[in-house]
């Protein structure tokens, strides 16, 4: 398989983040990276270095990132956006081009409307892709389903 069809999606965040390896359809990696409590500075460090981690290990072609979704809480909005930043620039200093996708744009893709629900990205999901059996948190399956839009968007050939 081709380096340049792996993605590492990324649902960001500053508590807890998103975290989907995939080539082609294949799902080689999934978590949700919680940075430890404390300051926001160390707490973007952390996201910062489990990305660069994970383009060490991996080393894929592109990252994908979704984009901000504004929220009534204007101070977690802020703060995603600072982890985006991060997020970001780790991608840009490894030289890896980064894609950026809505949360509408991945819903469509996933399930064929804009307007799913969680429970519906899940559904599908767990059609899509075959995934190891584990607990997971929503942040790691919005990752997998970035990763499927991405993989959708840029038709890797078999």
Avoid: W
């Amino acid at each position: 398989m081709s380096v340049k069809s792996r993605v590492i999606a990324v649902d960001p965040g500053y508590d807890r983040v998103g975290i989907a390896v995939m080539e082609k359809n294949t799902l080689l990696h999934s978590e949700c990276f919680i940075p430890k409590k404390g300051e926001l500075s160390a707490r973007l460090f952390e996201v910062s270095e489990r990305i660069t981690a994970l383009i060490h290990k991996y080393k894929p072609g592109a990252v994908a990132l979704e984009t901000l979704f504004f929220s009534k809480n204007q101070k977690t909005a802020l703060k995603v956006a600072e982890a985006r930043g991060a997020i970001s620039l780790t991608t840009s200093q490894s030289g890896i081009q980064l894609f950026e996708y809505s949360p509408q744009e991945v819903k469509i893709a996933v399930t064929g409307s804009g307007n799913a629900d969680k429970t519906a990205i899940k559904k599908m999901v767990d059609r899509l892709v075959v995934l190891p059996q584990k607990k997971r948190l929503d942040d790691e399956y919005d990752a997998i389903a970035l990763a499927i839009a991405h993989t959708a968007r840029h038709h890797f050939p078999s």
